[in-house]
Nanobody
Framework: VQLAESGGGLVQPGGSLRLSCAAS????????LGWYRQAPGRQRELVAY???????GYADSVKGRFTVSRDNVKNTVYLQMNKLKPEDTAVYYC???????????????WGQGTQVTVSS
């Protein structure tokens, strides 16, 4: 599975960005997809995920501000980020994983990452 993120950039606090992740490769449609982020000096954390049935989950820090969606025809997952805060600044990574019992489990399929910077 190959994953390629796009859509990062610099945005002012309170602004919006939409990240995209194009997935390709054999059997890509069977995977759940997640968005992770990693800020300098911090561990990579799960931000949001969506499974094959469009069940979604979010980190508490982004609930109500971020929305994850997927287009199964285009094999693309999106992360709409609204009301961005400086603490959202990080490299955002797309991941292919599995979903079991209400939990998202990442597999070792990662995109190259896209930088999101929230600053005035």
């Amino acid at each position: 599975v190959q994953l390629a993120e796009s859509g990062g950039g610099l945005v002012q606090p309170g602004g919006s960005l939409r990240l995209s992740c194009a997935a390709s490769g054999s059997g890509v449609g069977i995977y759940s997809l997640g968005w992770y982020r990693q800020a300098p000096g911090r561990q990579r954390e799960l931000v949001a995920y969506i499974n094959r049935n469009d069940n979604t989950g979010y980190a508490d820090s982004v609930k109500g501000r971020f929305t994850v969606s997927r287009d199964n025809v285009k094999n693309t997952v999106y992360l709409q980020m609204n009301k961005l805060k400086p603490e959202d600044t990080a490299v955002y990574y797309c991941n292919a994983g599995s979903y079991l019992g209400g939990t998202y489990y990442h597999l070792n399929y990662w995109g190259q990452g896209t930088q999101v910077t929230v600053s005035s």
